[in-house]
């Protein structure tokens, strides 16, 4: 079975400031990853993802994430946070595709102040 | 680029009605669906996946009974939430998938039993 922890449920950073958001994983296959971000009272949007191609993978909004096999983590990360970048991010995993189902982290709460 | 409409996106009902409610695919033909459900402030739980002209597949404790799932063509998957009562409560979300890439989700349905 494959799981994921998010580490913080609640992150802050100032306007500007480095983001990171922290995705460990646990799977007995090659993974695929995924980030997602939330809205309030909306649906999740895909930021990126990881399909064992390129290691550091480019997504929207300025977003990028790193997959490392050695530490098993796939952390987000954005050089200079917006206030537009508040709200939930939900890391997942699937265990046999980009089109299959997703097993969701608990999320992390990005909050960002002036 | 692909577009998942959920409707309603928000419902309140008595207890012990049922409630309906429609995902579509508005401009794919998605084989499978998913549902989800999500309490306040925690992450997705797949509750089932549809499959478009077979019975849904669903994830362990969840009462098929309870939540039906139909998934009667490659645009529309409905769940209907049978004799509702205020613990099914809750924010519902689809996604569908268009081939081999990642889900598509909708903007989710607040659910509301009184």
């Known amino acids: 079975a494959q799981s994921v922890t998010q580490l913080g449920s609640h992150v802050s950073v100032s306007e500007g400031a480095l983001v990171l958001l922290r995705c460990n994983y646990s799977?007995?296959?090659?993974?695929?990853l995924f980030w997602y971000v939330q809205y309030p009272n909306q649906g999740l949007q895909l930021l990126l993802k990881?399909?064992?191609?390129?290691?550091l993978v480019k997504g929207i909004n300025g977003f990028e994430a790193e997959f490392k096999k050695s530490e098993t983590s796939f952390h987000l990360t954005k050089p200079s946070a917006h206030m537009s970048d508040a709200a939930e991010y939900f890391c997942?995993?699937?265990?046999?595709?980009?089109?299959?189902?997703?097993?969701f982290g608990t999320g992390t709460r990005l909050q960002v102040t002036l | 680029g692909a577009v998942v409409s959920q409707h309603p996106s928000w419902v309140i009902c008595k207890s012990g009605t049922s409630v309906k409610i429609e995902c579509r695919s508005l401009?794919?033909?998605?084989?499978?669906m998913f549902w989800y459900r999500q309490f306040p402030k925690q992450s997705l739980m797949l509750m089932a996946t549809?499959?478009?002209?077979?019975?849904?597949?669903?994830e362990q404790g969840v009462e098929k009974d309870k939540f039906l799932i139909n998934h009667a063509s490659l645009t529309l998957s409905t769940l209907t939430v049978t004799s509702a009562h205020p613990e099914d409560s809750s924010f519902y979300i689809c996604?569908?998938?268009?081939?081999?890439?990642?889900?598509?989700f909708g903007d989710g349905t607040r659910l509301s039993i009184l």
């Open positions: 996604s569908a998938i268009d081939r081999n890439q990642p889900q598509h």
């Open positions: 549809s499959n478009e002209g077979s019975k849904a597949t669903y």
């Open positions: 799977s007995s296959v090659p993974p695929y």
């Open positions: 990881y399909t064992s191609a390129a290691t």
């Open positions: 401009d794919f033909q998605a084989t499978t």
């Open positions: 997942a995993v699937s265990r046999t595709g980009t089109a299959s189902k997703l097993t």
